[in-house]
């Protein structure tokens, strides 16, 4: 569900940058009053997971669809929706700057959609409200599928409004409402029972990472070192090895803007998006996570051997970045708060 900068004016564009630049200063200011030095590198490690998760596009039986995991959720419900918000922005400013994907114009409201609705709203509001009681094995499944669900929900209709309002392609907003949250309701079910299945088993091995981020504590008095590695382990498998196994159908939005108007594409660029589509070509080193050809400079290879080779190199370069910016953020926030 990443925007291509295509579907904004520059005005809503600006508008995104605008609330999302707000909401990454408030979250700053809430992590530097809870993150503890201890939970940064879990920071680094569940978005590293992310990043290669969300390169794994899997197929919408009988839609010719795909779809992959967004990981706000997780993050919120691992890190607290503050960090998790900083985490995934990260992740995002990585895949825009170094893979072009999603656009440098549309990153503003790609962080909104995927990063604000998930942590923010559907995190606090539907899973502790499942879960408030007890983190039982079954009250985490439902917050997990119902979060998510409800979170693609939100973040499509937003992805909508946000393409209605820049008014600069022939998408009719009701057309295009119709097709985005079907297949966006599948998408979150899946994302769901994924997120489901992942909490529930550290809801099982430490249930007091989960019950201290219920609650907004620091976690001073607890010890992430065993997830972290574990999440950085299945980071680097998923982005090195299980990313060859992804689906090729275009995602939920790209498939729905394909059947309105005809092609993924649905506006020309104009002057402004041009302009970021250039700079984001010398950027990205890893366009579409794949090498460059010889041929173009910008387009990746079209051979399997080549391809499975970038996106090896893709996951674990891609992983590392986000890594090191997660940490690097976290870090910088506690030296910060220690300052003022």
């Known amino acids: 569900m990443h925007m291509a900068d295509a579907l904004l004016s520059p005005t809503v564009g600006a508008v995104m940058w605008s609330a999302t630049a707000g909401l990454t200063a408030y979250s700053a200011r809430k992590v530097q009053n809870q993150l503890d030095n201890k939970k940064i590198p879990l920071m680094g490690a569940v978005g590293a997971f992310v990043f ?10 009988g839609t010719g669809s795909s779809g992959h995991l967004g990981g ?12 998790a918000f900083l985490t995934l922005a990260s992740v995002l400013t990585v895949q825009a ?58 973040g499509s209709l937003a992805v909508v409004l946000q393409t209605f309002f820049s008014s600069i392609t022939a998408l009719p907003f009701t057309s295009f409402l119709l097709m985005m949250q079907p297949i966006h309701l599948a998408i979150g079910l899946v994302e769901g029972i994924a997120t489901a299945g992942i909490v529930s088993f550290i809801c099982k091995a430490r249930p007091e990472i989960l019950e201290g981020t219920a609650i907004n504590t620091s976690g001073s008095s607890l010890s992430f070192k065993k997830v972290a590695i574990v999440m950085l382990l299945a980071a680097f498998l998923t982005g090195g090895v299980f990313t060859w196994f992804s689906s090729r159908y275009p995602d939920g939005l790209e498939w729905s803007i ?22 984001q070509n010398k950027t990205s080193i890893l366009p579409d996570y794949a090498f460059r050809t010889k041929e173009s400079s910008s387009a990746p290879a079209t051979s399997q051997s080549f391809h499975n080779k970038g996106t ?3 996951g674990i370069v891609g992983g590392l970045l986000v890594l090191s910016c997660s940490i690097l953020i976290g870090f910088l926030l506690k030296k910060t708060c220690r300052i003022f």
């Open 52 to 61: 290669a998760a969300q390169m794994i596009n899997f197929a919408i039986p």
């Open 258 to 279: 394909e059947n309105i108007a005809g092609s993924p594409q649905a506006a020309p660029a104009g002057k402004i998006q041009s302009t970021l589509e250039k700079v």
């Open 312 to 314: 090896t190199v893709s």
């Open 72 to 83: 706000g959720l997780l993050l919120a419900i691992l890190l607290g929706p503050y960090a």
């Open 97 to 154: 700057l170094f893979f072009a994907d999603g656009g440098l114009l549309a990153l503003g409201s790609n962080i909104f959609n995927l990063g604000f609705i998930p942590c923010y709203l559907c995190y606090p509001l539907i899973y502790k409200t499942v879960t408030a009681d007890a983190l039982d094995h079954k009250r985490v499944v439902a917050g997990s599928i119902l979060a998510a669900v409800v979170a693609l929900q939100l």
